[in-house]
């Protein structure tokens, strides 16, 4: 089962897997540029100083177009709707401190009122001393014509797939993945019958959400 829609997604999702091979993640040096050459733009790292907010330490030019902004430097959290900034901060952290993928839908709404779909995934990258990374992407599903001239103010949380990291790079099997399906309200992430069996302890991060034992 492959909760990603969009080639870009899924590419980076291989190379990571690659990377990682045998571990639960990658170190930020082996990332070679030259490889995903093709998604650059649509790529970005971000980066938690001990326990500071996460902010962007690089974003793709594509990316910094569609928000009309340079995002270096930037909250990562800013660019969420003020309901969903607690959950996102909740799972960029929890993705540094326990490996898990994280892969989001969610829509942008722009200056004029347009809105758009897109999809994110953040990849947890090995820790370093004080400083924890992500390298992810924003990836727009059916680019509108208007996009990058129009910017994107504010996005907005539509479903989150949560994989598992303890899987071995062969493979991600279907009942390794936490889906919260679209209507779920922002305030704060439930709990939900499709948790999966096993302990996974990043769950336990959600507010209204239950321990799996």
Not at 46 to 63: D, K, N, S
Not at 112 to 131: D, K, T, V, Y
Not at 157 to 169: E, T, W
Request: charged share 25%; proline share 6%; aromatic share 8%.
């Amino acid at each position: 089962m492959n909760p990603m829609r969009h080639d870009g997604t899924s590419e980076l999702f291989a190379y990571w897997n690659r990377l990682r091979g045998t571990r639960a993640a990658p170190e930020r040096r082996e990332i070679a540029p030259a490889l995903i050459r093709k998604y650059l733009a649509d790529t970005f790292i971000v980066q938690a100083v001990g326990p500071g907010e996460p902010r962007f330490r690089l974003a793709g030019t594509r990316i910094c177009s569609v928000y009309g902004r340079e995002l270096r430097g930037a909250s990562f959290a800013s660019l969420w709707q003020i309901k969903d900034r607690s959950n996102i901060v909740r799972l960029i952290k929890n993705s540094m401190t326990n490996k898990s993928v994280v892969q989001l839908t969610y829509e942008g709404k722009s200056t004029r009122g347009r809105r758009a779909l897109f999809e994110l995934i953040l990849l947890p990258l090995a820790s370093e001393a004080n400083e924890r990374h992500l390298m992810g992407m924003i990836i727009s599903l059916g680019r509108p014509f208007w996009l990058e001239s129009d910017p994107i103010v504010e996005n907005r949380l539509q479903s989150i797939s949560i994989i598992d990291p303890r899987y071995p790079a062969r493979g991600l099997p279907g009942d390794s993945i936490l889906t919260i399906p679209e209507n779920t309200a922002s305030t704060t992430l439930p709990a939900t019958r499709t948790i999966i069996s096993r302990k996974v302890g990043h769950l336990l991060v959600f507010n209204g959400g239950k321990t799996v034992d």
